[in-house]
């Protein structure tokens, strides 16, 4: 389990703390009163990926806890009731990711918000662009005490070129006057490859004007800071235009999976698997398509109550995620029924692949509420390309109409081996 350490030296605000940690993120909270306490721990295990301290202890009324947590490595959020101009300067001369004043109960909440942009930055990839080693490093570094796994590049090309090998860079950060191509160039680039919504771009320059931060946005940018900046606004500008995209991705997620199993749904199927038959039309790959309809559902949920239903739903979607490949795309269609597109499979394959799946289904066992059920599924296969996606869900459709009719629990398909 992920783990935070909590230093602080009152009991009521310490416990409030891991409360609300552990009850919304999940994280394991080790709280210490003092440093002498918080030396201990981390003697023994320095395993924790984000800290909070107070800033003034019973031993250590200077913030020397934050000396010693940083020299075991682990990133330090400071709390505290001063915010004079020289508790700040001190506080960010350590290189400390925020500070947070002890204002009252939205005071916790930002803690945790904090933890957990600190927690989801260590999967963010950042490219920083600069010709300026000095410059690029300060940069850098800011972003590596916020955990964010940071690419360098000296210049516009060298960038691209790293976008192109390093898959997965959400933000590129990138100085105006560079040789060979300046951020403006740069910018455009990025541009033509990735839209706002995958790749995020903030100019950063030494340069002030309105006329600049103008361009670098209509050149597709969608930030803009001026050098010599604070850690506040640095801080603040990079975590806005994350966030952004993690929101845009949130709406993605949810327009695209089904809310109760996460598997895709009816409209990213049709969306992306009508590219696929596409492709499959041009002589490029094969695909097949098998629709999955739970028999006597129903039954199930008359007999068991719906939360139980809901929990057979759950359990085949994950049966179903686990046993297809990541080239398939596995769907609930609504109510019972699931689609899956197949892509590259040889048709005798799929039907002993499906009739062992189909067995496996069979002696499942599900228990939930004091409660064990069992279930089973029909299923329809089609192998034929046809047309268009939809005629092939269409003789899969009936091919589970004829499982159906002729019993349950059995697979029909148009293939005759």
């Known amino acids: 389990m992920d783990k935070i350490l909590v230093v602080e030296d009152s009991r009521l605000f310490s416990s409030i703390i891991k409360k609300q940690i552990e009850t919304e993120t999940g994280f394991e909270v080790t709280v210490a009163e003092t440093l002498a306490e918080a030396e201990t721990i981390l003697r023994g295990d320095t395993n924790y990926f984000m800290s909070l301290l107070d800033l003034n202890l019973p031993d250590a009324p200077r913030g020397e806890i934050v000396d010693l947590v940083l020299s075991h490595h682990v990133p330090v959020g400071v709390v505290t009731g001063d915010l004079s101009d020289d508790?700040?300067?001190?506080?960010?001369?350590?290189?400390v990711v925020d500070y947070v004043l002890k204002e009252g109960p939205h005071s916790v909440d930002y803690l945790v918000s904090l933890v957990q942009r600190i927690y989801r930055n260590r999967s963010i990839k950042v490219l920083v662009v600069d010709d300026s080693t000095f410059s690029r490093s300060i940069v850098s570094d800011l972003l590596k005490v916020h955990q964010y796994i940071v690419f360098e590049a000296a210049d516009g090309q060298e960038a691209m070129a790293i976008l192109t090998r390093e898959k997965g860079i959400r933000m590129v950060v990138t100085d105006y006057n560079m040789p060979k191509m300046n951020g403006f160039?740069?910018?455009?680039?990025?541009?033509?490859?990735?839209?706002?919504?995958?790749?995020?771009?903030?100019?950063?320059?030494?340069q002030e004007g309105n006329i600049l931060s103008a361009k670098f946005i209509k050149y597709g940018a969608n930030d803009f800071i001026v050098k010599p900046f604070a850690h506040e606004e640095f801080y603040c500008r990079i975590t806005q235009c994350i966030e952004m995209m993690e929101n845009i991705d949130r709406v993605k997620k949810l327009s695209n999976t089904d809310p109760l199993t996460g598997l895709y749904n009816r409209r990213f199927f049709f969306d992306s698997g009508d590219k696929i038959h596409a492709s499959a039309g041009r002589n490029q790959i094969t695909i097949s398509v098998a629709m999955f309809d739970i028999d006597f559902f129903k039954k199930i949920n008359d007999t068991y109550g719906h939360d139980?239903?809901?929990?057979?739903?759950k359990s085949l979607a994950h049966l179903l995620l686990d046993r297809f490949r990541t080239t398939d795309i596995v769907s609930r269609f609504g109510g019972e029924e699931f689609c899956v597109l197949m892509v590259d499979m040889d048709p005798e394959k799929i039907l002993s692949f499906l009739d062992a799946l189909r067995l496996k289904i069979e002696a499942l066992i599900i228990r939930v509420a004091g409660q064990t059920v069992r279930f089973t599924v029909s299923i329809g296969l089609c192998t034929t390309l046809h047309n268009t996606l939809e005629e092939m869900i269409k003789q899969s459709d009936l091919c589970l109409y004829q499982a159906k009719e002729s019993g349950r629990n059995q697979l029909i398909s148009d293939f005759t081996p």
């Open 308 to 313: 139980v239903g809901d929990e057979v739903i």
């Open 185 to 206: 160039e740069l910018t455009r680039n990025i541009r033509n490859d990735f839209g706002r919504d995958e790749v995020s771009i903030i100019g950063i320059s030494g």
């Open 87 to 95: 508790a700040r300067e001190r506080i960010w001369a350590k290189n």
